[in-house]
């Protein structure tokens, strides 16, 4: 805490003490009282005029959003501020994505706008880039990585239109982040525009009143004027970086060049191309020593030819066209570069191997092989021979005479071929010890095998189908079930264990499964529903749904493609699956799998485990679903349920 002993935002976010001759943080690190974790802080500087407190938190004058709003009029620097806030907000909730960085808060404070991000162990791309220009294959891995966090984004109706080499993060594992989404559509609202997409408009249900109405009817500037000063108001903003001045921002500055106004993906793969040049190149494809020059080139003059992209060249040139419409699709950019990097050469690593020492102190002596053969046949050949001239000659006259041996002890032979028990040495070599550890291991292995087969505890769902052999028939003979249980009444007697905060109830509908203690049950059609008091988590039970004549018998192909509780995960463009697996239930064969998507319309993000049950001839289903941030709670929940669940008497 001694680190961060400057001021204090918003009450939590405490920034480290400044040097004496810095007064403007425009990013710096900060520690979060309330979360304990270090984040990153960024500061957008907001219109002098702005006096009011525009997010509604305690600090403003009277504590009265419209004050400003009136005192600035509608086109008022306190408007433009309002906007920038709302726009920067409206960013920070697209969904966490792996290749984007997280925005945790938006507010404003002291005249700014601060933006709190999460803190990634990573160095801007700038960094590398001012070090040592990138070779082309790596330039296409981290463009590739840069796609993938843009493809989130365009499937959500945004455009970054803030791609530059700072926004880009490479961690330390060489993967690529994209940051500054919340903080470039701040400044783009600044300007004048707006970069909220308007199904994102459409879509809000934010609580305030009159906010989203307030939000869809401003739509960027509506008059040949008010384009004009936003341009210039993002010339001052922005500033002279290639990667955000596409030529459909940046016009229309000429009377025969006319640019269709809206923004979208293509301004992205152009900042992508220039990205991808000043990698390779190590200068940007404009010069970059005005804002009002770059302005003016990109509209109209070709960018600098890439003759050091190598195999890049062809992708980034087709990127760099004036035209959006002649750039290329997202699929097929990305289709490039990874045939590029499949494509990438091995590394020479020759001159960076290391060298012998030349000391011949320093090296193991070299021993002549020969010698040591012609010694180990010798030592055998006397092993073999020894023992007989023991016994048929005396002992060599210099030699003292031995004592006489006792009569039950065998006559020991002497020298060294005593030492080695009558025998050679060639039996006790380091070869011969390690054919006996080696045999030990093996032992020691196949005695556990054995162990875990016999007494380790096995799977519930399993264990029913292994313990008998596949020749076994299906119903057993009548002098066995006399004392044998059926599989019902094993399920009832031998109940798992789910503990204290579960139930197993016997439905109704012929079945029983173990449900969280307080939740309710409801009917709906074939589903018998168990929810909890907020309605969050539901734990949906459907017996005989679809038939395996029509849908195949295959429960996994069942669950994938016609099982209605998936349905939302079908429609949804945000989906994924992991954990899905085919297995042997107490019921029958079975598939079970994780989903998440996010849901069509709401976008809420659910998270769900599934299982499904082939018997009969029909299929049951157990479905558990909950939010997608309460995974652990719903994994456990489905844990228990497909557990105990039984179908059918």
């Not at 003292?400 to 009558?422: D, I």
Request: proline share 10%.
């Amino acid at each position: 805490m001694d680190e961060y002993a400057g001021r204090i935002l918003a009450g939590r976010y405490r920034l480290p003490r400044p040097p004496a001759d810095e007064f403007d943080l425009m990013e710096t690190r900060a520690f979060d009282t309330y979360s304990g974790q270090e984040v990153l802080v960024r500061q957008l500087l907001l219109p002098e005029v702005v006096d009011a407190d525009l997010d509604g938190r305690p600090g403003g004058p009277n504590g009265d959003e419209g004050e400003g709003q009136d005192e600035g009029g509608p086109g008022g620097a306190d408007a433009s501020a309002r906007r920038a806030l709302e726009a920067a907000r409206a960013a920070a909730a697209i969904p966490d994505h792996p290749g984007l960085v997280q925005v945790f808060d938006v507010f404003t404070e002291g005249g700014s706008l601060w933006v709190v991000s999460e803190l990634v162990p990573a160095r801007p791309l700038a960094a590398l880039i001012a070090e040592q220009p990138l070779g082309p294959y790596r330039a296409a891995e981290i463009a590739a990585d840069v796609l993938g966090g843009l493809r989130a984004l365009h499937v959500h109706g945004w455009a970054h239109r803030n791609i530059t080499a700072r926004t880009v993060l490479v961690c330390e594992d060489g993967r690529a982040m994209l940051d500054g989404l919340a903080l470039g559509a701040a400044q783009e609202a600044l300007c004048g525009y707006d970069p909220v997409p308007q199904e994102v408009l459409a879509a809000t249900d934010s609580g305030a009143p009159g906010d989203a109405a307030e939000r869809t009817v401003w739509g960027g500037p509506d008059s040949a004027l008010a384009l004009e000063r936003a341009r210039q108001a993002r010339i001052a903003v922005v500033g002279p970086v290639t990667e955000r001045w596409a030529p459909e921002q940046a016009g229309p500055v000429h009377d025969n060049w006319q640019f269709a106004p809206p923004v979208g993906p293509a301004a992205d793969l152009w900042a992508v191309g220039s990205l991808l040049y000043r990698c390779v190149q190590g200068h940007p494809p404009f010069p970059e020593e005005s804002a009002a020059e770059l302005v003016q080139l990109v509209c109209a003059e070709p960018p600098a030819f890439a003759e050091e992209c190598g195999p890049l060249r062809p992708v980034v040139e087709s990127l760099l066209r004036q035209d959006p419409a002649e750039r290329p699709e997202f699929e097929e950019l990305r289709g490039w570069l990874r045939s590029l990097v499949r494509s990438a050469p091995e590394p020479e690593i020759g001159s960076r191997t290391v060298q012998v020492p030349s000391d011949p102190r320093k090296l193991p002596v070299v021993r002549r092989r020969g010698e040591l053969v012609r010694l180990r046949r010798r030592r055998r050949a006397q092993g073999a021979q020894r023992p007989q001239r023991a016994q048929d000659t005396p002992p060599h006259p210099p030699h003292p005479p031995h004592p006489p041996h006792p009569p039950h002890a065998p006559h020991a032979p002497h020298g060294r071929h005593a030492r080695s028990g009558g025998r050679g040495r060639s039996d006790r070599s380091p070869r011969h010890l390690g054919i006996w550890l080696l045999g030990l291991i093996l032992v020691v292995l196949l005695a556990f095998l054995v162990y875990a087969a016999a007494f380790m505890p096995r799977d519930d769902r399993g264990t029913a189908n292994a313990q008998a052999p596949s020749s076994t028939p299906a119903t057993p003979p009548a002098s066995a079930t006399q004392n044998t249980p059926t599989p019902s009444d094993q399920s009832a007697t031998q109940t798992p264990d789910v503990g204290p905060d579960f139930t197993v109830r016997s439905d109704p509908a012929d079945f029983s499964v173990a449900v969280r203690n307080g939740w309710t049950r409801s009917v709906r059609g074939n589903e018998v529903i168990f929810s909890s008091g907020g309605g969050d988590f539901q734990l949906i039970v459907a017996l005989g749904e679809g038939s395996a004549a029509s849908a195949g018998d295959n429960p996994m192909t069942y669950q994938i493609s016609d099982e209605p509780q998936l349905a939302d995960y079908r429609a949804s463009q945000w989906a994924s699956s992991s954990g899905t697996k085919q297995l042997t239930t107490a019921n029958g064969p079975a598939a079970e799998g994780d989903f998440t998507w996010s849901r069509p319309g709401t976008g809420a993000q659910l998270y769900a485990g599934n299982l499904v049950t082939l018997r009969g001839g029909r299929f049951d289903v157990v479905f558990m679903m909950g939010p997608a941030d309460q995974q652990t709670d719903i994994a456990a929940d489905f844990a228990a349920a497909a557990q105990t669940f039984r179908a059918g008497g």
